[in-house]
């Protein structure tokens, strides 16, 4: 590391970003591995409730805070046909899950998710199938969903016993469609007019609500990012969002290069921003499309092959992502990003929520809390308002992937309703603490109102089962603040959240 171990920030609460869009704080989950059975479905354990569902894993989203919840894929969407998982539980079919080689029992389906996310105070974002489903599939869920009763589907959801309509506002409109992994990939220009067809049939059902284009799936896609131009250009103005997957790794155990993966999630925010703003220009639209980062986390530790997937048993243990402290201040600068480009990013979905690369790991009996769960939680309860631009004097250090990178990270929000500032700083050195000076140009600060902190000594310490606290984050005595000023040291391998009273 070059430089001082001083840093100075400054923060005006007028130099506002944009809105921080509540959403931002959004999870997913899929019928794989033992997210739906085993995670948030589980009549055998001692935590269900009379529904099934597990009373622990609520409690543990609930403090999670998420606003909305992408269901039912992932890559199981493309095989899906949902008629399979409504009505009668003893007459639903049991199905080859040919995405993720496991059994589908389809006991847990439209409208026990639509419990699910009432309990937990979630709104559902459901997603078409645009494998094998057709436009008409697509168009039927919705009005099954959403219709008043009157109509073929919105009639079988009330036999179902469900009266009234859902009025579920998010959908997206297939999953990862230019991967060659998907069931029933479509080349560009095929998803595109599909994509728009479902798009106008969906909203013919309900003009209220919104839909997702499926974007490319990551940025090292050979038609990244081709696939976005040309799937925009044909479903602009059908569409209000389209969708950004990207899935962060160390495979080669570059600490230095892995703490500075913000720089990535940044490039690809910027280029797709660019894409949008190029395709609004040229389809001469007045209409805006903004991104939904729907899938993102770090996965790497725990990939498939198609060999050993779920050898066609029912909730394998697919991808148990073991996170530990490194991976819990990758999380914590993409949700900088997240604040940072607000004015473009206004929907992200945490992937997955429990079991399946998730912040939460369930036995029959227990629930472990993993080192990524603490940041999400942090960011979602105290992010809010706009986000600030806030201006950073930051000693640098190099990284091979991305040459000299700045050793603190930071992003902060203002709520001009509360009055509360919140500020997230990772410390991305591996080494030293950072002495920081945090300036208030326009306001002095009265109070603070909560400090945490999340560190450690070993990039790779974990929670377990057996050692749950290993990487937690706690609250830290509050700095003093005077005449709109403040010192914090933030030790190496650190994240801290500080809310003040402005
Ligand atoms: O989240 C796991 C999988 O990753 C999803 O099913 C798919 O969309 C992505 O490739």
């Known amino acids: 590391m070059s430089q001082s171990n001083n840093a100075k920030i400054f923060i005006d609460t007028q130099r506002a970003i944009s809105d921080i869009s509540p959403l931002l704080f959004s999870g997913f989950a899929e019928h794989m591995g033992r997210c739906i059975y085993e995670g948030i479905y589980d009549p055998a354990s001692p935590h269900a409730d009379e529904a099934g569902l597990r009373t622990d894993v609520m409690d543990a989203l609930r403090d999670l805070n998420f606003r909305a919840m992408r269901y039912p894929g992932g890559n199981f969407l493309s095989g899906y046909n949902w008629e399979d998982g409504v009505g009668p539980v003893d007459q639903r079919p049991a199905r080859r899950d040919l995405a993720w080689q496991s059994i589908e029992s389809n006991e847990f389906g439209t409208n026990e998710f639509m419990a699910f996310c009432k309990k937990i105070s979630v709104d559902p974002m459901m997603a078409v199938n645009m494998g094998t489903g057709t436009i008409q599939s697509a168009a039927n869920l919705v009005e099954y969903c959403n219709a008043p009763v009157g109509t073929k589907y919105a009639n079988l959801r009330a036999e179902h016993g469900f009266e009234d309509p859902y009025n579920v506002k998010y959908w997206c409109i297939g999953n990862e469609m230019d991967g060659p992994w998907q069931i029933g990939h479509l080349e560009a220009e095929d998803y595109g007019k599909k994509a728009r067809e479902a798009a106008k049939m969906m909203k013919w059902h309900d003009r209220d609500i919104k839909l997702v284009l499926a974007g ?287």
Request: hydrophobic share 45%; aromatic share 10%; no cysteine.
């Open 216 to 502: 490319s799936s990551n940025i090292n896609m050979p038609t990244f990012p081709e696939w976005d131009r040309t799937v925009l250009e044909i479903a602009w103005d059908n569409v209000d969002f389209h969708s950004m997957h990207y899935y962060a790794m160390n495979t080669e155990d570059d600490t230095p290069s892995f703490l500075a993966m913000a720089a990535e999630f940044e490039s690809f925010v910027d280029t797709l921003s660019a894409v949008l703003r190029y395709v609004k220009a040229r389809n001469r639209s007045k209409h805006d499309v903004y991104l939904s980062w729907d899938e993102w986390n770090v996965w790497y530790k725990a990939r498939l092959t198609k060999d050993v997937e779920g050898e066609w048993t029912k909730a394998p243990h697919l991808i148990e992502e073991v996170y530990n402290l490194e991976d819990a201040l990758v999380i914590a600068q993409w949700m900088n990003v997240f604040l940072r480009k607000s004015d473009v990013l206004k929907m992200a979905a945490l992937a997955q929520v429990v079991n399946v690369i998730a912040p939460i790991l369930t036995t029959t009996e227990g629930l472990l809390k993993q080192s990524i769960y603490y940041p999400f939680q942090l960011f979602s309860n105290m992010a809010s308002g706009k986000a600030l631009d806030v201006v950073v004097r930051s000693p640098m250090y190099e990284t091979k992937q991305f040459g000299d990178m700045p050793v603190l990270d930071v992003s902060a929000s203002y709520n001009e309703e509360t009055g509360n500032n919140a500020i997230f700083i990772v410390n991305r050195s591996q080494t030293d603490s950072i002495t920081i000076d945090v300036n208030w140009q326009d306001a002095s600060p009265s109070q603070v109102v909560s400090a945490h902190q999340l560190s450690g000594t070993d990039p790779k310490a974990a929670n377990s089962f057996e050692n749950p606290n290993v990487v937690v984050a706690t609250p830290i005595s509050a700095p003093d603040l005077a005449d709109g000023k403040s010192t914090l040291v933030v030790p190496p391998l650190s994240f801290t959240a500080l809310e003040v009273r402005v």
